[in-house]
């Protein structure tokens, strides 16, 4: 990818160590997600987003909670609901930004588009777009880690909407008869695409599905970011010690529509409101407000800067070419053999 | 051939630790069709491993496995079971070396056996290629016997893109010499003439080769038969070459006839050589039927060299296309 980020670009690789280090980077990378897909959202209003584009506004403390569980050398097989989570890994958002608008800055040089994210940097595989897809990839990379005995984990990341499709189940099953060591993180967001959860989903706890395979399973609160990571360690922990298999459900909400022109009509009366009561971030402010390892200045300047980067980022983005012509030929097969 | 599928498979474990072997009853019952024999011996259950009969979860795993720095080899019992797990080939294996900006690879290799003349019925005699063409990001071909099986098998280990290889079933127990080392190697892409000739260019490919060869050795006129091997890419400048000399082009597909792989064949050279063609290009094709079950009918389901024969002799003294044998039955 010579010719993606340009060099003012922070690289992936930086950012993707600051989530593991602080709760107050943690704070700042979920405000960060947040103002990205609020911006992606601006953007697309305004006709510069082509296609579609599907935004995770309210799950913040998944992606997070999840990159600071983890290293960069673990593997991640996430969704096209995936800007969150490239960002929580350290993909930087002027990276993001420019793939959504498809331009050369972005992490494909504008030929993926917002649901194809990808950075090997920091082990994020081609986001799916094809729901379920990932979870058998997940197991795959697992499997590489478990023939070269290396202590590496994979995650699989995916929507309550996924677990109805075979190749969850079959991912699942082939992970406990292999003992893989794989995270299986079900975003349960109450929604797949337009369709509640009770009128798809035989099971209204997800991580029910892991007895079937005699895997162990938590429930966790996915709009809790410390909750998350604890959930998710665990799990890791297990999965890199030869424990095999976790299936962790996190209870959490998209504030906005499935993609973009869905105004999710289709929502309880009140619903919206019970979870914003509970925002992933304002959570986790308060919590470090209450702690005293932040104080309201900080926290005001914290916002203002992240504000002032995301707009950096998006000049940069709008500064940069869309995607060349010749761009579309490249990458198709490897030249290469061994 | 499928002693020398094994063959191929056991060296290119020996040659690379990171070549892992797995499918339905490939570790322990050596393949259904004897085609991992002696891997579990030899490299033990961590590189050669059964699967649960669920094609998405191991196709996946396959893709997720050579990406991050294995080669696996995956086996599909019969093509048609590629059926359930055709997302994790043509839309996730295929498309994540492009989806990754050329950072990652897809180094895995997909065999399956395919085919008629077994006996074995509509759902599990089909050759299928055809679901796959015009892919981009898979490389697909397909082996006439042990030599090629062999030659064609090592290098789809080595590539480092999702290589499809498709196997006719009927040559498992097909019997050849076949000189082994990497001098036998089939370079994916490139086709063979089996038998020179000079009145007409028979293309073929799989089990229609040894048909193409059989009918021109005891023909009137004299043809030139090419081995196709590969699909995806395929080898254009052979096929080219030969109908410019020849002016004919003839060819022998198990497929049935709409839109089988030599419709591809067919466009091309229509467009490339149109000037030096002497008659018109001739398809010889198996009707759009399923493969059907009783023996005379499936014997009749794949053209016979007697029908080779008698379709080119006719196309080289009249000029014209001869309609296909079922035409007054439809």
């Known amino acids: ?338 | 051939m499928n002693q020398a599928i094994s063959l191929a498979i056991s060296e290119e474990m020996d040659r690379d630790a990171s070549v892992v072997v797995f499918g339905e009853d490939v570790a322990v019952a050596e393949g259904p069709f004897k085609t991992s024999e002696g891997l579990l011996a030899k490299f033990g259950p961590e590189r050669v491993r059964d699967t649960p009969i669920s094609e998405t979860a191991f196709l996946g795993a396959a893709v997720g496995a050579a990406m991050t720095g294995l080669r696996p080899v995956a086996e599909i019992m019969f093509i048609e079971f590629m059926g359930v797990a055709f997302d994790q080939m043509v839309t996730e294996a295929a498309l994540m070396h492009y989806l990754s900006g050329g950072r990652y690879e897809v180094p895995m290799v997909m065999r399956a056996s395919v085919g008629s003349g077994l006996g074995f019925g509509c759902q599990h005699s089909q050759t299928l290629e055809r679901w796959m063409l015009g892919t981009p990001g898979l490389k697909l071909a397909v082996a006439s016997g042990a030599r090629t099986a062999y030659g064609l098998t090592k290098a789809a280990i080595r590539d480092n893109n999702p290589v499809v290889i498709l196997e006719p079933r009927t040559l498992y127990g097909q019997r050849e010499n076949v000189d082994i080392g990497d001098e036998s190697i089939i370079p994916l892409g490139t086709a063979e003439v089996v038998r020179a000739g000079t009145d007409v260019t028979v293309v073929a490919l799989g089990q229609t080769v040894s048909v193409a060869l059989e009918a021109a050795d005891s023909a009137s006129w004299s043809g030139e038969v090419i081995d196709l091997l590969s699909l995806m890419p395929w080898d254009r400048s052979t096929v080219l070459e030969s109908v410019r000399r020849t002016g004919h082009l003839v060819i022998v597909e198990e497929n049935q006839r709409s839109g089988g792989w030599g419709t591809e064949i067919a466009s091309v050279v229509a467009n490339e050589a149109f000037g030096v063609l002497r008659a018109p290009i001739h398809r010889i094709t198996a009707p759009d039927v399923p493969v059907p079950y009783g023996p005379e009918l499936e014997k009749r389901f794949l053209p016979s060299a007697a029908y080779v024969q008698e379709q080119v002799s006719s196309l080289l003294s009249t000029k014209k296309s001869p309609s296909s044998w079922w035409e007054e039955l439809v």
């Open chain 1, 1 to 338: 990818m010579s010719d993606t980020a340009s060099p003012e670009v922070p690289q992936s690789t930086q950012r993707r160590h600051e989530v593991n280090q602080s709760p107050i980077a943690r704070l700042e990378r979920m405000i960060e997600i947040r103002l990205v897909e609020d911006r992606i959202q601006d953007l697309f209003a305004q006709g510069l987003v082509s296609g579609t584009t599907h935004t995770s506004q309210g799950q913040e403390a998944v992606a997070v909670g999840l990159a600071a569980a983890t290293r960069a050398t673990d593997f991640v097989c996430c969704t096209y609901r995936g800007h969150g989570h490239a960002l929580a890994l350290g993909m930087p958002p002027a990276v993001v930004l420019g793939e959504v608008l498809g331009r050369q800055i972005g992490c494909m040089g504008g030929v993926g588009g917002s649901m194809h994210l990808s950075d090997p940097d920091v082990g994020l595989l081609p986001t799916f777009a094809i729901v379920g897809a990932g979870t058998p990839v997940a197991v795959g990379a697992a499997l590489q880690f478990a023939t070269k005995k290396t202590d590496g984990v994979a995650l699989s990341v995916f929507g309550d909407g996924a677990t109805n499709i075979g190749a969850f189940h079959e991912g699942l099953n082939l992970a406990a008869v292999w003992n893989l060591p794989v995270v299986f993180v079900c975003e349960n967001n109450l929604y797949g695409e337009y369709s509640p959860l009770e009128s798809t989903t035989a099971v209204t706890d997800i991580a029910d599905r892991a007895a079937s395979y005699a895997m162990a399973s938590e429930i966790v609160d996915g709009q809790d970011v410390d909750a998350v990571q604890a959930s998710i360690a665990r799990a890791v922990a297990r999965a890199r010690s030869g424990g095999g298999p976790t299936l962790v459900e996190a209870k959490t909400y998209r504030y906005v529509g499935h993609s973009r022109s869905d105004k999710a009509p289709y929502r309880k009366d009140g619903e919206l409101e019970q979870w914003l009561a509970r925002d992933p971030i304002e959570l986790f402010a308060g919590q470090l407000l209450a702690s005293g390892e932040l104080n309201p200045d900080a926290l005001d300047a914290m916002r203002h800067r992240q504000l002032q980067l995301i707009d950096e980022a998006q000049e940069r983005v709008l500064a940069s070419p869309t995607a060349a012509i010749p761009r579309m030929f490249e990458n198709i097969l490897s030249p290469s053999h061994s």
